[in-house]
């Protein structure tokens, strides 16, 4: 038996993404695909790159349009979707890719969002430990970030295992623009952008620092403080984050590369690679993996890790159907068996 | 009067970039342009850009191609230098852009170079409390690293004025890849690096650190430890460092505002951008200029510097000429009047 | 059942491309990968986006390591498939995306490549007229050039349709850096082709022109003259062709519209675009498509086709595995439904 | 004694790169910069690569403002400049880097534009035959579009020495991003182009269609045809243009090749290339020169000249202040002796 599926949201990177994986998946029949300003255009016109769908007309997002399915994905503005996911009903699997369901703490959410807090649904990020299983069954997922997606998967190791300190956990995160949307932008321009770097929501600034913090302080039982600053790279997918920590007294190399060799033996989607080799976002580039690489430096007392996703696939589009797959006791993997794309 | 200057290692990419300023100097006769293996070629060959030098022949690395100049600038593989720098005259400035003359410390060198310690010069970062005195008159400058250049305007302001703390100093930088140089090597093909980002370096081993450490060391009056992590990004040109450090305690956002811009407020190549302006690496593309903004973290405890150079220009080139404006008594700016080259 | 099917020259970017392609092929088990002097490596090392495979390990490329297959995919440098093709028995699919069967001429394989003429085989683009049936139950296979293949994807239905005049002809095709293969070389540095184009090959030099040819004069039923110049784009991926040919006498463009149309209607890889939508070679990445759109020019009298693929799917590795499905008698598209990869 | 210059445009590309050049034009004073809906706006905000100017305030586009200067750049949207210019006085040199005054027939101004004929000025491309003799004194000048002015000095001597056929002209030109200009639009984002290359305005539709054909036509002495593609690269900046003609019967390769050399040999900005390198618009890339490279194909009875500009630099800004220098009585080069700026 297969599932039908909605996806709003659907003229974005972020929808793109979902019906690319979704296309394929064995047990899926795409249903409703719904934008807003874009109901009525057909999709080739705004996604040509999904040929197998161009003919298909995108629909206005109204929750009659989204009724009637097994699984609604929102992939909407920040802000929008919890209004949306009201009117769906209990039985259906609502999928959000935005932020509004990602936060427990309803103060952080109003310190950083600016609005009232619509409350936090099972966190669609596997690989945490409880996480997988809280996703089971669950009728309402949070799809978490695509910045604390690497963060959080290159750090939870050493915070499950106490091997790190809760202060001075510094992440700097490279980011290809998708990130930023599709809304026509000067600063985003190609002219812009090519050729060069820049930073922005430096400072602790970014609404991803407390979703960071959030997922760290439940692994460490104790609150961790994050300085977080992303960047602006030159290329469309994919983010290299580096991850570092203070090691606690005493904590040698060989513990922590047991550490995290450990938490993801048996994920298939999370990987530490030999030691000698270094990850590449071109090497996750369009695939569900992310891989990271590890090195403590003992001069310094820290560990550092490096973890690169492609964040529309694992960063959003991917783990939300390996979530969707939890949810529906469907296999984790099904649909997202996809290599890398390089060079 | 003019001067005469000689650039060996001219088929390069630091090589070439000096060629690039000087071209244009007013007060430089460029003499001798030598290479090793490619001696014997035009320069309108190896280094296309360069029309006004076109039809000038690269001549062999030797003491006799070199003698006679008023200054010889070395932009050769790290190690290359300090044997061909010791057959020059003590009359002859001498500014090496390679790494061997830059350390102070035997066993830094020794630990990260593995070869016997040449010697320190005279650092040509004048922006650096001290240096710039240090330069004038001087015979022998070693011109700093792409990455230190970067990470020490990042942070030396805050060393200077006893903000910062001397530990958990975190330094994360994104090069073009230029930086790699121009030697053929299957992971900086085009197709490699386009589209993509990757560490490499992790975990304290780059040979940037103790040149990093040293500066900032001797700013602070005791040890400070960084952690630095170097990755490649998909662009020929420009650094972005991303540097933060642990505030002492009390110091508040305003002091450290304060410590920055009162640093740089007379340099004619580091600006402290407005507030509200990111730094972006094409805005000082081909440039001899460093921009930077800074963010204080109080939730981290932490300022947070970003920091923009064009590695070549002020990273390389453009710092060695600069310097040498100095070492001749010259205006500092000379042949540096050079705006960032954008879009 | 399933096919066991060899790769060789697994390290490189078509064979790369071969195999992430197989990787989830349904009737396809992947048996002996192989190289040349990267044997006894991991592919994980060499190809570390194919994630599924990266345990493999790297076989020499001997009779004895390929014999026993199905099918043998020959991806080796120009003039080495030919002496390996030779050595495999009769009974075996080999499927070469070199060079040297794709030439019928003897004369014109000799002017171009300069070596014997190894003979031709069955070309692998089903697309043309008469291709698709001599591929049935073929046990060779010549795998077309990339720009051949777009170049005739693009012009194929007017010389089928005789509304073309075989002289003057003018093709420039941008490519992708990995057309150039992933041999280290100074010019194909990311620093060298970020950010700039160039031309090569001008003048009638390049040895796509006459397999073009060939295509075109055995569709026009006389000799067609191409003149081709191919230049270099910065993107790792991709081919845009740019095809114009000057129109017979009272051929109008609603003549013309209908002959591609036609041509095209039942393709499942091969997309005349609605009339407004121009190709984009990131709607194919990755993808074994290839789209065009077509403009009649009155005023020069001239037909002007664009023309967008993949180079390593559609134009090398995807047509492959097409040709490879033909041969078998499988479903022409089993395995190769896969949407664009884009942003 | 210097020039008093304003240049009203000065938030856009082709405004930026006229402040650039002439912010260290020796004999040039920058008064007035004008901008309309960002007039009041610091330059440091709207183009911080121009250092030198970052404090300067954009004023409006007005008469009152840009009156009492001797020279008045128009780098202004197509159709805004004829206005603008009416209310400049006779004595004022107004360089008009739109297309508003580069076509002498008004049929073909309408057929392309769609609205009245505002006249044709002096045309600055001084390299093209009696052009710069036209520029010496004169008050109003049209720049060039950016490819007509590649597409010309690709072809020129050709057509000046009668070697060239009149009709099968076919000109193929990648431009970077630049071109398209700085306002926001989804399809020039940085996440849409990178990686990718799109062709647009195919079937001589482009408006610099018949600015190629006025200048070739008058070179000819009949008229010329030309079929004309432009297509989008994943660079900011830079052209490089395809354009090939059928030779005149008995035209030999010698005698083409001596015809190009004949026509630059003097020329201080456009080169022919030595036998065996190519043109790569990295070469240029911020300079004001043009390079290019030729090839008979005696197959195809064509001559192929692949020729690169910077589209900023000489394509507009560049090819302006080039133009003002000969109208001003200053050295042609004054202001322009800029090296390429690669990698």
Known sequence: MTFTVAVSGASGYAGGEVLRLLAHHPEVTIGAITAHSNAGSRLGELQPHLRSLADRVLEDTTPEVLAGHDVVFLALPHGASAAVAAQLGPETLVIDAGADHRLVDPTAWEKFYGTPHAGSWPYGLPELPGHREALVGSKRIAVPGCYPTSAQLA??????????????????????TSGAGKSAKTHLLGSEVMGGMSPYGVGGSHRHTPEM????????????????????????????TTATARLKPGVDAASV??????????????????????PHTKHVQGSNHAEMQLAVDPHAGRVIVTC????????????????MNIALGLPETLGLEIEGMAP
Not at 257 to 278: K, M, N, S, T
């Open 155 to 176: 750090l939870a190791p050493g915070f499950s295992a106490g091997l790190l300190e809760p202060r001075d956990v510094v992440i700097v995160s490279a980011s290809g």
């Open 308 to 323: 690169v996703i492609d964040n529309l696939t694992k960063g959003t589009a991917g783990g939300a159907v390996q979530s």
């Open 257 to 278: 590369r047991a550490a995290w060799e450990d938490a993801y033996r048996d994920e298939p989607f999370v990987h530490v690679l030999p030691e000698g080799q270094w």
């Open 213 to 240: 913090e959030q997922g760290f302080s439940a692994l460490a039982g104790e609150p961790v403080q994050v300085s977080f600053t992303p960047t602006l790279a030159p290329m469309p997918r994919g983010i290299l």
